[in-house]
């Protein structure tokens, strides 16, 4: 009968509503992860992508993800103040290093919330002992930046361009990722201060540091860059972003195992510029290596 027919669809399409509204209910009633960040920041990483990484961390935590902005000469109260006022019990707190002393007033008030510190490249304290301090893996990172450089150097060599020297560890996966794509010659190693034009056979620059006055030159030879930049703001010869910002590794920072005062490494996300990659099959194995969900012991 078509009356039968009807209402068993009505039924479904209840059955459906109800399902999402209660999805949705529990979606919003489970505490909420908290980012602190800051407008300059947001205007390194682009506001599109931080809304995009808000909704695919919220989606794949089935909890809110909310960034808490402050501005950039807040005190460590109105910071801890800003993240008291979006949750009275969060699931977990991030704050950027610079705000560390945020991070300690805040976990003084709310002893019971997971407050972690995102280092990024730099130092981890080793005398803390109620934070969480989650750094990048750049073992694995340089590990990864070599297999990609020696697939786009090819028969070239690559130019490593460093602001700060990479450790012996650091520098040794670099030096066999390259080695594993059987990239002829020993990579470049230079300061990103000194001058680079001598090197003609170069194939592949990689660029492990502040690259403003690298790129202004821009290059014709595809470079790997490790920033927050918006990569839709670099010069087209940046084939491959390596982003170990907040955002890019708060997913797999709070599925990691963390407890106070012992520090976590986390691998920055690879961001693959598909548009600026000519080759499909350079570009298909640049997608393997990077996707890749190992770290380089």
């Keep these: 009968m078509p009356g039968a027919g009807l209402l068993k669809k009505n039924r479904i399409i209840i059955i459906v509503l109800l399902v999402f509204v209660i999805l949705s209910g529990v979606f919003y009633l489970r505490s909420p992860v908290i980012v602190v960040t800051d407008n300059s920041f947001i205007q390194l990483y682009g506001t599109a992508r931080l809304s995009f990484r808000v909704i695919r961390s919220s989606l794949e935590f089935f909890r809110r993800v909310i960034p808490v902005t402050v501005y950039e000469s ?3 109260d109105l910071v801890a103040l800003a993240v008291e006022s979006v949750s009275r019990s969060p699931r977990a707190v991030l ?5 560390l002393e945020g991070a300690r007033l805040y976990k003084e008030k709310k002893p ?3 407050v ?3 280092t990024g490249r730099e130092y981890v304290p080793t005398d803390e002992t109620a934070l969480v301090f989650a750094g990048t893996d750049i073992v694995t990172d340089l590990y990864r930046a070599g297999l990609s450089a020696g697939l786009l150097a090819g028969d070239k060599k690559t130019l490593f361009l460093y602001e700060k020297n990479p450790e012996n560890e650091q520098r040794e996966a670099f030096l066999e ?3 594993i794509q059987g990239s002829d010659g020993e990579p470049i190693f230079l300061p990103i201060t000194l001058d680079y034009s001598s090197y003609p056979e170069v194939g592949c620059v990689v660029v492990f540091g502040s690259a403003t006055k ?3 030159n821009t290059p014709q030879i595809p470079v790997i860059l490790f920033s927050w930049v918006d990569p839709a703001l670099t010069p087209r010869a940046v084939k491959l972003v390596f982003d ?4 890019a590794l708060v997913v797999d920072t709070l599925r990691t195992t963390l407890l106070p005062g012992e520090p976590v490494k986390i691998p920055s996300v690879p961001v693959l510029l598909r548009n600026r990659i000519n080759e499909r099959e350079d570009f298909r ?3 393997e290596i990077i996707n890749k969900k190992f770290h380089k012991m």
């Design 112 to 114: 019971e919330a997971p």
């Design 244 to 247: 170990d910002s907040p955002w």
């Design 214 to 216: 690298f790129l202004e």
């Design 116 to 118: 972690i510190v995102m």
């Design 177 to 179: 990722g390259v080695k």
């Design 95 to 99: 704050f950027p290093d610079r705000y």
């Design 285 to 287: 194995k640049l997608g």
């Design 74 to 76: 807040a005190g460590n």
